[in-house]
C-alpha cells in the first residue's frame, strides 16, 4: 500500500522563513523542512495500480504558474483543543483552479471526491493536549508575510516511522500552458 498525497513545496527562501517561526511552545512537534508544503489533496492508503492510474491523470493538467502568498499563522483544533499550527496561504482562484483540476484528475483515476473545506495552509507543528500555551506565538508570527511562484506540483508518498512522517516525490508535474484543461 502507498499513502499519497499530492502537493507543492515552498521555495528554500520561503522555508527559511517558516523554519524561523519554529520555536517557542513547549511540546510542539515542529515539521521538518522537507516536510514543508502546501497540500492540494490527501489521497490516503492506494494499491500500487490506482497509484499508476494517478500519477497518469496528472499528467494531464495543464494550467499557468501563478503567484502564492503567506500572510499570517493560525491553528486548527480538535475537541476544542489546538492540534496544529500552520502558515496561512491566501486563497486565490488560480490556486482554487489548480486545486479543482488536480481533484478532477483524482475523480478520473477513480478517487472518490473530497468533500473537507479546503484551507490552504503549510502545516508548521502538531500539537498534543500537554502543549504549552499558543497565543504569545500566534501573536508573534501573524504578521509572517512571504510569496512566491507556484510552477508545479507533486505527488508524494507519506511513510510514517517512529519520528513522524517522511515525504518521498514520486512525480513532479511542471505548470505549463494556459490552463485551460
Excluded at 58 to 74: D, M, Q, Y
Excluded at 107 to 126: C, N, V
Excluded at 153 to 170: C, D, M, N, V
Aim: hydrophobic share 40%; net charge negative.
Amino acid at each position: 500500500m502507498h499513502r499519497l498525497f499530492i502537493g507543492v513545496r515552498p521555495p528554500e527562501s520561503v522555508g527559511d522563513l517558516l523554519l524561523d517561526a519554529m520555536e517557542g511552545i513547549e511540546g510542539a512537534r515542529w515539521q521538518d523542512e522537507s516536510n514543508l508544503h502546501l497540500t492540494l489533496r490527501f489521497i490516503g492508503e492506494v494499491e500500487r495500480p490506482a497509484a499508476n492510474d494517478l500519477a497518469m491523470a496528472l499528467e494531464h493538467i495543464t494550467a499557468p504558474p501563478f503567484s502564492a502568498r503567506i500572510e499570517g499563522v493560525g491553528h486548527f483544533e480538535r475537541k476544542g483543543h489546538p492540534h496544529a499550527l500552520w502558515a496561512r496561504i491566501v486563497p486565490s482562484a488560480p490556486l482554487e483552479a489548480l486545486r479543482q483540476k488536480v481533484e478532477r484528475a483524482c475523480e478520473s483515476a477513480g478517487f472518490e471526491r473530497e468533500t473537507r473545506k479546503f484551507t490552504p495552509h503549510i502545516t508548521l507543528a502538531r500539537l498534543n493536549r500537554s502543549v504549552g500555551p499558543i497565543d504569545a506565538w500566534l501573536s508573534s508570527f501573524g504578521d509572517m508575510h512571504a510569496e512566491w511562484e507556484i510552477d508545479g506540483f507533486t505527488l508524494y508518498e507519506s511513510h510514517l516511522g517512529h519520528t513522524g512522517a517522511h515525504y518521498e516525490a514520486i512525480a513532479q508535474y511542471p505548470l505549463r500552458g494556459d490552463g485551460a484543461a
